[in-house]
């Protein structure tokens, strides 16, 4: 048990539709991590959060993407208009220890956009 | 900005055999070395980490890695795998200019038993 819950495992959309995925870690983390995966890579940095505030955005989230983390707790991923290359597994993380590349990783968010 | 190259995409091994993952990064200044873990099926997990020190780190299941700065590597190495190695492992690293952890492309590890 990595402390990570993400909800859906699975969602399967048609292009155009907006999807929102959440993720509650265990107990109140301070960091709080969502990376996206494509198939046969390795995962890809989204955005940090610190309780919540949002401290980084990678440059690959657009317009389309917003992460919220109201209240330092749980974690949402929302993508509006989805694409075909939306499509992918999308990856929250919580902070362990006290570096930031200690992660607890969820089992993952499967996006199909048909 | 980082980046992480694994320069195998796919490793198949027999039980017994030795391993050697190779990992090399590009970055000037001071990194933090990772390398995770993807079991069939499960998620991702740590499995050896650098900070400092010793540049020779052991992690769990037997795996260590080495830290070579002149080379900007961080192989992952194995005297004797196991079936049950079988999966995708990625290097991976962080700096002190963010927060993000970088990852490379991964290694496919099939064992066969």
């Known amino acids: 048990d990595t402390g990570v819950s993400q909800d859906p495992r699975h969602k399967i959309t048609k292009r155009g539709q907006n999807v929102t995925f959440r993720c509650d870690p265990i107990s109140e983390h301070n960091r709080l991590y969502w990376y996206r995966q494509t198939l046969g890579q390795g995962p890809e940095f989204l955005t940090y959060f610190q309780n919540e505030a949002q401290l980084e955005k990678s440059r690959l989230l657009s317009d389309r993407f917003s992460a919220e983390r109201p209240k330092g707790s749980f974690s949402t991923l929302e993508i509006q208009r989805t694409e075909q290359g939306d499509s992918a597994m999308y990856l929250c993380?919580?902070?362990?220890?006290?570096?930031?590349?200690?992660?607890?990783f969820g089992e993952g968010s499967r996006l199909t956009v048909l | 900005a980082q980046s992480v190259s694994q320069h195998n995409h796919h490793v198949i091994l027999s039980e017994a055999a030795s391993l050697e993952l190779g990992c090399n990064y590009s970055?000037?200044?001071?990194?933090?070395l990772f390398w995770y873990v993807q079991y069939p099926g499960q998620h991702l997990q740590l499995l050896l980490k650098?900070?400092?020190?010793?540049?020779l780190v052991k992690g769990i299941k037997g795996f260590e890695a080495e830290f070579i700065k002149s080379k900007f590597s961080f192989n992952l190495r194995k005297p004797s795998v196991q079936w049950s190695d079988t999966a995708e492992y990625y290097c991976a690293v962080t700096t002190n200019a963010g927060n993000m952890l970088t990852f490379g492309g991964g290694t496919r590890l099939m064992v066969k038993p």
């Open positions: 970055y000037g200044g001071t990194v933090n």
């Open positions: 993380a919580r902070g362990q220890g006290t570096n930031t590349g200690e992660l607890f």
């Open positions: 650098y900070f400092s020190g010793d540049p």
